[in-house]
């Protein structure tokens, strides 16, 4: 199904209940289509289903004829290619999941407030990939000498490289599958480049070209877009966790409330994910799944509730290279890379559980100059 069907725009000022269908996605540009998901929909075990997979574009979702698109691999090669979609499928394949996330993702948290997709923590998802590995595409093209980038262009006028080196750091694929079907519309169809451990502006969507250059790219995406204010392009995911549920602003019961969410980082494996409830002391929480180097790990703990009234739950997490999630990060102009440690407030009751305000930590967001005031539906723990 079309990922597009399931976006539904947020209702920002009028009392409503809010249904799980078509809640998965929440729309924050029509055109181009852009939408972060729900927190609590996030994954579906281990991967987030195609229809909730978050959409980032820049241009209008191109219409390729899947018969009749080619791959092209050119410049600095030995041997140029031009494959065709059916020629890629007869080819040995590689199954990888992946977890992508925007470099934008929790742009709204940033104080004073930036230009750009106000992202709140939704901008991440994760699913199954297959398709070819990029370096044995290289391979059959043979790189020369003077071969030093690799120029990722899309059909929808996107381009971005990455260094040849770069590039050898993790398995890349070319994917024509996503968590078992063909790739959707909006997620790249017909192929698509998926960078495991780099943020998604490298996994260029609709691709038809790979020029294999002596200088980086030099298109705006490149050097003014997806930078740091160092103008240092964005690169590696950043250690982050989310609690995915409860939802900000909860009503639990009283007793044993069970908090669960995910957590991953570019750089190397989670090596814990620990949790504070109230002022209290940081403690370390229950890993779930099998390790996936390049996908986010769920996490869970159970911890006692024993007076009524709001209470702030936050996570943070540490990846084996022995980073961990700040306070606060970094202010950049463009908003890019906030792995700000997040924090939920809950309300503890001994009343029926239920939401007063939209979900994805975004309390406080404002639209044209007023509140978003949402209730959700929300199942007891």
């Known amino acids: 199904m079309n990922s597009a069907a399931r976006c539904t725009r947020w209702p920002r000022w009028s009392d409503s209940i809010l249904e799980t269908p078509g809640a998965d996605l929440i729309l924050r540009r029509a055109d181009p289509l852009n939408c972060e998901v729900r927190l609590s929909r ?24 899947a018969e009749l698109w080619r791959l092209r691999v050119h410049g600095h090669v030995k041997e140029p290619l031009d494959i065709s979609l059916r020629e890629l499928r007869r ?18 948290f ?14 991440v998802s994760t699913a199954v990939w297959k398709g070819i590995a990029l370096s044995d595409i290289l391979d059959y093209a043979g790189l020369r000498a003077t071969a030093k980038h690799l120029v990722f262009r899309g059909a929808d006028g996107f381009e971005r490289s990455l260094s040849v080196n770069e590039a050898r750091k993790s398995p890349m694929l070319l994917a024509f599958e996503m968590n078992g079907d063909q790739l959707p519309v909006q997620h790249g169809r017909p192929l698509r480049v998926i960078a495991p451990t780099w943020y998604a502006v490298t996994s260029v969507k609709w691709l038809t070209e790979i020029h294999v250059s002596d200088q980086p790219s030099g298109a705006y995406y490149q050097v003014e877009r997806y930078v740091y204010d160092s103008h240092t392009p964005v690169g590696l995911m950043r250690v982050r966790s989310l609690i995915t549920d409860p939802e900000e602003c909860a009503e639990v019961e009283l007793g044993d409330l069970t908090i669960q969410g995910l957590a991953w980082s570019g750089a190397g494996p989670v090596a814990r994910v620990e949790v504070a409830v109230g002022d209290g002391a940081w403690n370390e929480v229950e890993m779930l799944g099998q390790v996936a180097r390049y996908a986010w790990r769920r996490w869970r703990v159970v911890t006692p509730i024993g007076r009524p009234g ?9 990846d084996t290279g022995g980073e961990t ?21 809950v309300r503890a009751t001994r009343c029926a559980p239920r939401a007063t305000c939209e979900p994805n930590g975004t309390k406080d967001e404002r639209m044209d100059g007023r509140r978003p005031r949402t209730r959700l539906r929300l199942t007891s723990q």
Not at 110 to 123: M, S
Not at 310 to 318: F, G, V
Not at 325 to 345: C, D, F
Request: positive net charge.
């Open 310 to 318: 709001a209470i702030r739950l936050r996570s943070r997490a540490t």
């Open 110 to 123: 940033f104080n004073p407030r930036i230009e750009g997709e106000p992202w709140v923590l939704g901008a």
């Open 42 to 65: 996030l994954a579906d075990g281990d991967a987030t289903p195609n229809e909730r997979f978050y959409i980032r574009n820049h241009f209008p979702a191109p219409k390729i004829d």
């Open 325 to 345: 999630q700040p306070q606060e990060a970094s202010w950049n102009r463009l908003g890019y890379g906030n792995n700000s440690i997040q924090t939920v407030t």
């Open 91 to 108: 080819m040995s394949a590689v199954t990888l999941p992946v977890t992508l996330e925007c470099a934008g993702n929790g742009r709204t």
